[in-house]
C-alpha cells in the first residue's frame, strides 16, 4: 500500500493529466481528436487571449479523462490479504519464524481498548488524585490513530510526516483542532527540528520533547491524555503537561503491570480475545514444512498460555521450539547481561544455569546475545513478525540481520476504504488537479490567477475530504497529505514485509519470493507520466482467481 499502491494508482492520474496538457486532453491517444488546443486559442488580431475560458476548458477536458479512467482503476481493486514488501525477501530462504504474541498471534476486541481508558482513568483518580470529574470521559475509538507524536511540554497531539513536517490540521489539544495559525506561531512554521523529535525508540528522552504512540495499545493512552487536557482546558484549571503525560502513562503501565488487563482478559476470555483458526493454520502450515518456530513476548505466562490454549488449541506448545515470556523488549535485543530462566508447570522460576533452550519449556527474560549463542539462530534464515515497528523489529533489523514482518492491523480496513469508487473517484481527480495547477502557474496574469485560486482552494477541500475517510482528525496512518507519514516511514525501514494479520501467510506458498514494487523516484516521474504504469500492484481479483 504506502508507496507501491499509491503511486500505482496516481499514475493512471498523472498519465491521464499529462495527456491532456499535451494534446488538449486524453481522447488523442486513443485515437479520438481532442476536445481543445493545447495552448490558448489565438485571439483576434490587437487582443488579448480569454484565459479564464482556456483554463475552465482545460479543467473540463481533464475532468472527463479523470471520469473515463475511473472504471479502469474500480476493475483492478486492491487486495486487503495481500503481504506487501519493501525489501525483496524469498520465503524459501527463512529456516526459523519467530512471533511476538499480542497483536501478532492473537488480536482483541473493540473492548479491550474501554477496559484500558477505564482502569487508566480510574487509576488516575484514585491514586493520582485527579478530579473525579474525568471519570465522565468515556473511551472514543475513532479520536487517534497509531503513529501521532505528543508534545509532551506544550499538551498537543499531532500528525507529522516523513519529513518531520507538522501536517496542519491534525493538531489537537484536548479533543479540540488547534488552528494552522497557532501552530505556525508556535513552532515557527510547521517543521520539528531534529532535536526535538522522538528518540529513537520514539519515547520522550534525553531532551527530546516529541513521544511517538506507535504500539495499539498506546490507542487508548493518547485518548485519556486529550480527555484529561480537555477538562483542565475547559475548566480553567492550570496544571503542568509534563506531569500530566507521566500521570498518565504511569496510570496505562499499571494496567498492565500490575496485571488489571491481564486478569480480566483471563475471566472473560471470549469477549476480549477474538477466536481466529488462521493464527493456529499458519503455525500448523509451517511446522508442516519443517519450520522451527519460537515465541518472545513481554506477556506473562499464565496469561500467554490461556490465550494460545484458545486460539490454537492445549497443545499449543508442541508448535514451538522455544518459548520465552517477560522478555521486556527491547531490552532483550539489547541488554546482554539479563540471563534466562526456567519456570515450571505451575510458573514458579528455578534457579538452574540454562544451557539449552528446550522445546516443551517456557523461559522467562534472558536477551538476545544468549539466545542466539544457546539456538544458533543467526542472519538472514530467521524471520520475525511483531506489530511494534520499534520495540519488536527494529534492532533486529538493524543489528542482528534478521528479516522482519510487521503486523498492521489498520491495514485491512484503510485498503477497504482505497477500494471504494468514492474515494477513488476523489483521489484520481485530486491528483489529476494537482498536475493542472503543476502546469498551469506559468500563466501569471491576474486572471488566471483568480482561477488558479479557485482550483487550489478545491483541492485544499478534498484533501480534507480524503482525510476524514479514515479518520476525521488525523486521516491516514499511512499518508499525510501528498507525503508519507513519519510511522510509514519507519515501517519502510526496520519491515522487509508487512501485512494486516499472519492468516494473509496462508495466501503464499513457502517458498514464494516477494518482490518491491519499483515506484518511480521523482526525477523519473516525467517519463513515467508519460505512458501508463507498467508495475503492478496485489490485486483483489488475482488473489479471488486463485
Not at 513521544?211 to 484529561?228: A, G, N, Y
Not at 476480549?272 to 511446522?287: D, F, M, P
Not at 508519507?484 to 495466501?507: E, G, V
Request: proline content about 4%; glycine content about 6%.
Amino acid at each position: 500500500m504506502a508507496a507501491a499502491v499509491v503511486v500505482a494508482r496516481g499514475a493512471g492520474a498523472r498519465a491521464a493529466t499529462a495527456a491532456t496538457l499535451r494534446g488538449g486532453c486524453g481522447t488523442a491517444a486513443r485515437g479520438r481528436p481532442c476536445v481543445g488546443p493545447a495552448r490558448p486559442l489565438c485571439a483576434a488580431p490587437g487582443t488579448a487571449p480569454d484565459m479564464k475560458r482556456y483554463l475552465w476548458e482545460r479543467y473540463q477536458e481533464a475532468k472527463r479523462s479523470t471520469e473515463e479512467l475511473v472504471p479502469s482503476i474500480m476493475s483492478n481493486l486492491l487486495n486487503p490479504d495481500a503481504i506487501f514488501s519493501n525489501n525483496e525477501m524469498s520465503l524459501s530462504d527463512i529456516e526459523i519464524y519467530g512471533f511476538d504474541y499480542d497483536y501478532t498471534l492473537v488480536f482483541y476486541s473493540k473492548h479491550l481498548h474501554t477496559l484500558i481508558f477505564n482502569a487508566a482513568r480510574d487509576l488516575l483518580i484514585n491514586e493520582h488524585r485527579y478530579p473525579a470529574e474525568i471519570r465522565k470521559y468515556e473511551y472514543d475509538p475513532n479520536f487517534a490513530i497509531r503513529g501521532l507524536h505528543y508534545d509532551v511540554q506544550r499538551a498537543v497531539l499531532m500528525k507529522i510526516d516523513a519529513f518531520h513536517y507538522i501536517q496542519l490540521g491534525t493538531v489537537y489539544r484536548g479533543l479540540s483542532v488547534v488552528p494552522d495559525e497557532e501552530v505556525i506561531e508556535m513552532y515557527e512554521g510547521s517543521h520539528v527540528p531534529l532535536e526535538q523529535m522522538s528518540d529513537f525508540y520514539g519515547k520522550s528522552s534525553h531532551g527530546n520533547t516529541m513521544k511517538q504512540f506507535m504500539d495499539i495499545f498506546s490507542l487508548p493512552e493518547m485518548t485519556l491524555l486529550s480527555c484529561v487536557n480537555e477538562y483542565f482546558l475547559k475548566n480553567n484549571i492550570d496544571y503542568e503537561p509534563v506531569h500530566l503525560y507521566k500521570d498518565v502513562k504511569d496510570s496505562i503501565r499499571d494496567v498492565h503491570i500490575k496485571g488489571i488487563m491481564y486478569r480480566a482478559i483471563e475471566a472473560d476470555i471470549e469477549k476480549y480475545i477474538c477466536y481466529a483458526e488462521q493464527t493456529r493454520a499458519v503455525l500448523a502450515k509451517l511446522a508442516d514444512h519443517g519450520k522451527k518456530m519460537f515465541l518472545i513476548t513481554n506477556s506473562p505466562s499464565s496469561f500467554v498460555d490461556k490465550g494460545m490454549s484458545y486460539i490454537v488449541g492445549k497443545d499449543w506448545r508442541d508448535l514451538f521450539d522455544v518459548v520465552i515470556v517477560q522478555a521486556e523488549k527491547p531490552n532483550f535485543f539489547n541488554d546482554k547481561r539479563r540471563p534466562f530462566r526456567k519456570m515450571n508447570e505451575k510458573g514458579v522460576l528455578l534457579w538452574d544455569k540454562i544451557h539449552k533452550l528446550q522445546k516443551g519449556q517456557i523461559y522467562k527474560q534472558g536477551n538476545l546475545y544468549e539466545f542466539l549463542k544457546l539456538t544458533g539462530w543467526r542472519g538472514s534464515r530467521v524471520l520475525y513478525f511483531g506489530d511494534h515497528i520499534y520495540s519488536d523489529l527494529a534492532d533486529l533489523t538493524l543489528k542482528h540481520g534478521w528479516r522482519t514482518g510487521a503486523i498492521i492491523p489498520e491495514l485491512r480496513s484503510e485498503l477497504k476504504i482505497m477500494n471504494t469508487e468514492q474515494y477513488i473517484q476523489t483521489m484520481t481527480w485530486l491528483q489529476t488537479l494537482t498536475g493542472l495547477l503543476e502546469q498551469m502557474q506559468v500563466h501569471r496574469d491576474a486572471e488566471s490567477q483568480l482561477v488558479l485560486q479557485e482550483w487550489k482552494k478545491e483541492r485544499k477541500e478534498m484533501r480534507e475530504m480524503t482525510k476524514s475517510f479514515f479518520n476525521a482528525q488525523f486521516g491516514s496512518l499511512f499518508r499525510t497529505d501528498q507525503n508519507p507519514t513519519y510511522f510509514l516511514r519507519r515501517l519502510s525501514r526496520f519491515a522487509d514485509i508487512y501485512m494486516a494479520s499472519l492468516s494473509c501467510l496462508l495466501n503464499y506458498d513457502v517458498s514464494h519470493t516477494f518482490y518491491p514494487r519499483r515506484t518511480p523516484l521523482q526525477h523519473e516521474l516525467p517519463a513515467w507520466s508519460e505512458r501508463p504504469p507498467t508495475f503492478r500492484t496485489p490485486l483483489l481479483q488475482e488473489a479471488q482467481a486463485k
